[in-house]
Structure formats: C-alpha cells, structure tokens
C-alpha cells in the first residue's frame, strides 16, 4: 500500500488535539524507557549519555520530568474522556463489550482459513480496544509504583521497606512488559503488518484513506454511507445521539 494516498476520500480518524495526546505520549514513555533503563543498567554502552554527566544524575532528572509529563497527560485524557462529546464518544467506542470477544475468535477462525468471510470491524477493532487498555492498566501500575519510589520518605512512613522493594521489581518488570508490548504488538499493528506497511500515518495526518477504512473499519464505513443516504433523502435530525455526530464528525 502507498505510504499515503491523497487521491482516495479520507476519513477523519484523529483530531489534532488526539494525536498531540498521542505524541506527548510516545516522547515521554520513550524518554522514561531510555532512562529507567539506565537507571538500572548504568553500564550499558548504550547508557554512555548518563555517564558524561559525572556525579550528576541526568537520568534520575529526565525519569521524573518525563513522568510529570505523562502523568499530566493521563489525568489530562481522563478529563478529556469525561467532559468533551468527542472524549465521551471515545469512551463508548472503547469500551469492553462482549462482541470483542466474539469478534477475537472470527478474527482467529479466519486466520485459520476456518471462516470465509473476514470480520468487519466499527470503529474500533477488538486488538485496538485491547492495547488501549493494556496501556490504562500498566499506566496505573506504573504510576502508584513510580510515584512511591519517587516519593520514598513518604512511603515509608506509611509502608514497611518490603513494600519499597516489591514496588521497585513491579515496575522494573512492568517496564520491561510495556517496552515489549510497544516494540512487538504496536509496532506490529502500526508499522509490520503486511496490510500497513510500511506506516499508518494516521497519527500524523489525522485521516485514513476509503481502502484503509475498508479493511479495517468496514461495518463504520457501511454506518456512516447509510447515514449519509439518510441526510440525502431529507431533513438532517438535529436530535440525533451524540454517538452518531462524532461518527458522523469523523468523515472528512
Ligand atoms: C509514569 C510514571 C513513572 C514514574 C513516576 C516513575 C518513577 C521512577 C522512579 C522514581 C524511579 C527510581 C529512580 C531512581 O532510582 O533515581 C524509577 C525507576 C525506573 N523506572 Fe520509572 N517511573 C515511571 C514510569 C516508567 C516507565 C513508563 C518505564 C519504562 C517503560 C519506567 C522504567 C523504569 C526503570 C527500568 C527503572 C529502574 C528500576 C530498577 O532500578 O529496578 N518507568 N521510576
């Protein structure tokens, strides 16, 4: 597939406010990776940029900083998810429904070759759902433990030392878990994926294309095509769901 393709009809996937979301995201959560692991890993050639800084701590420093941004950034998506139409739309499309499930083992019995017809998918695939809320749950753990290593006077005043200590494997294997989860299963969805490659640049232009929707959201594609039949018949209901306008928002 071209890496973009400007000649199709494009539908609008991100807004821009989503994918800074999405970018501050990844910059810090690569920031906190490199750094963690240097904390852990002083010696490693790649962690020479930490050594340069002598008795100075840089990677203690940018572990936090990038942690205050991500830390911001998520009460910043809860609040997003709560007060906008657009985040409270979100929310709906991500929530778990027992159709990921079945829509898990169509996805699988047609890998096998077990099942003709390819499942079609809204506007969010069940892989999707489940990567997103791999990342709220290891958010969770990485903050409290984070936040408790950071703050460790506190917490031992009101923990025992063991706390501290099982608190630091959790987030070192948590990290390690994360790290492996964005190298292997996003970057394959995102980038490896024989229908993707070489990029989904959604994320930078915001739109994906009429084949790209096809493949991938093709019961939203049929949605928003019997809408707009709909709307083209007669009055437009200003009543509609606020499910609907977002669903209709999304085409460009
Ligand atoms: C977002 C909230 C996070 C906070 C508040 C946080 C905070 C901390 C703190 C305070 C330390 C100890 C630093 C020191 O010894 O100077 C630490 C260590 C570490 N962090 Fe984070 N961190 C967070 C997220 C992450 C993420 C997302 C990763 C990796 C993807 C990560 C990887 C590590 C690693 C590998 C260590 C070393 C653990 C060890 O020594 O066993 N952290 N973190």
Redesign the pocket.
């Known amino acids: 597939m071209a890496i973009d393709d400007y000649s199709q009809r494009r539908y609008l996937r991100w807004t821009t406010g989503e994918r800074i979301q999405h970018w501050i995201l990844a910059i ?2 690569f920031v ?2 490199i ?3 240097a ?2 890993f002083p010696e490693s050639w790649w962690a020479w940029p930490f050594r340069i800084t002598g008795s100075f ?1 840089l ?2 420093l940018l ?2 900083i ?3 941004f ?2 911001a950034l ?1 009460l910043y998506h809860l609040a997003y998810l709560v007060f906008t139409q657009r985040g409270r739309a979100q929310w709906r499309e991500l929530k778990p429904r027992l159709r990921d499930l079945l829509d898990l083992k169509s996805q699988v019995l047609y890998n096998l070759g077990w099942l003709r017809v390819r499942p079609k998918y809204g506007h969010y695939t069940y892989w999707e759902k489940m990567e997103y809320w791999a990342l709220v749950w ?2 969770v753990i ?2 409290l ?3 408790a ?4 006077n506190i917490s031992l005043r009101i923990f025992p030392l063991w706390v501290l200590d099982v608190a ?2 959790i ?2 294997y ?3 878990l ?2 492996a989860a ?1 190298l292997v299963w996003h970057f394959y969805f995102v980038i490896f994926d024989p229908l993707v490659y070489p990029l989904n640049t959604s994320m930078i232009s915001g739109s994906l294309t009429q084949e790209q929707m096809e493949e991938e959201h093709a019961e939203e594609l049929e949605k928003l095509a019997e809408m707009e039949e709909e709307e083209s018949e007669g009055p437009i209901d200003l009543l509609k769901s606020e499910k609907e306008d977002v669903v209709r928002g999304v085409s460009v």
């Open positions: 810090s959560f906190l990776g750094t963690g692991f904390l852990k701590d990677r203690g572990h936090r990038a942690a205050t991500y830390i998520s290891g958010t990485m903050v433990t984070g936040l290593l950071w703050f460790e630091t494997v987030h070192y948590e990290a390690i994360a790290t964005i």
